[in-house]
């Protein structure tokens, strides 16, 4: 175990470095929170004037779930990476050198982890500049930023699970795309749960982006509900578990091809 976390974190430093010299995906991947918050704070500022809303502003309501939004729908692309690295033969090299073949996939959500923490700390950063700043303080902020990298750690699992499997990136794409709108809208990322029709609420509970909306918004309440925050954590922790597990049987099949 030891000799796979030291592998997983010398693929990480490399899936850093790639990352830092992208320099213009750095840029979007920064700017895009900031943007999507001013934008969608201003857009639905009246909202919060529906019956049953609930919140004083909509920067405050929407700030937890869009930071889990993001998160998620930042990593669900990473598949796209898999399949480069598999095209460039990057894995297959990887796959014959003495690395634990767990640290491919393990440095790969490591990765997803990392990017998704620092757009969340935008997203809060930014709705604090919006006056809408967390009412948990601390605490609040430093449970949201945990979810939302628990969030894009198991939608990056599912990500790498799928690339691994069709291996073709224009699949992929189409994959996602079919699976990115509904889970968006099947879940109170951006309009509260009271307002949705009763079957979307129903759907809702077994979608894991909503999952980690709920959680979020509990721990950054000046009060959290600790109870339901745990119940959420716990069936975010199993879908990490269960996606990191599917995303690495996936890579072991891939290997026995070679």
């Excluded at 996939?105 to 997803?112: D, V, Y």
């Excluded at 979307?200 to 109870?227: C, F, H, I, K, Y």
Aim: hydrophobic share 55%.
């Amino acid at each position: 175990m030891r000799a796979a976390l030291a592998d997983s974190l010398h693929l990480l430093m490399r899936h850093e470095r790639r990352f830092l010299h992208q320099s213009v995906w750095l840029v979007i991947a920064l700017a895009t929170p900031a943007l999507w918050m001013l934008l969608n704070s201003e857009l639905f500022e009246r909202i919060v004037d529906l019956p049953g809303f609930g919140d004083t502003s909509y920067a405050a309501f929407v700030a937890p779930g869009a930071a889990v939004l993001l998160g998620a729908a930042g990593s669900i692309w990473l598949g796209t990476v898999m399949i480069d690295d598999l095209d460039r033969g990057v894995i297959d090299r990887l796959l014959t050198t003495s690395a634990a073949r767990v640290s491919v996939i393990l440095s790969q959500l490591m990765h997803a982890g990392v990017v998704a923490s620092l757009q969340a700390i935008v997203t809060l950063t930014m709705a604090a500049l919006l006056n809408a700043p967390v009412a948990g303080g601390a605490v609040g902020w430093v449970g949201v930023v945990g979810v939302t990298a628990l969030v894009a750690t198991g939608f990056a699992a599912l990500s790498h699970a799928v690339g691994l499997t069709v291996r073709r990136e224009e699949t992929l794409s189409a994959i996602l795309n079919f699976v990115a709108l509904p889970m968006t809208l099947l879940s109170s990322a951006l309009i509260a749960q009271s307002l949705m029709p009763e079957w979307m609420r129903t759907l809702a509970n077994l979608n894991p982006l909503e999952w980690g909306v709920r959680a979020a918004r509990q721990l950054a309440r000046a009060s959290p509900d600790w109870g339901t925050a745990a119940n959420y954590v716990g069936l975010l922790a199993a879908f990490v578990v269960a996606s990191s597990a599917l995303a690495t049987w996936t890579l072991e099949r891939y290997r026995r091809t070679l």
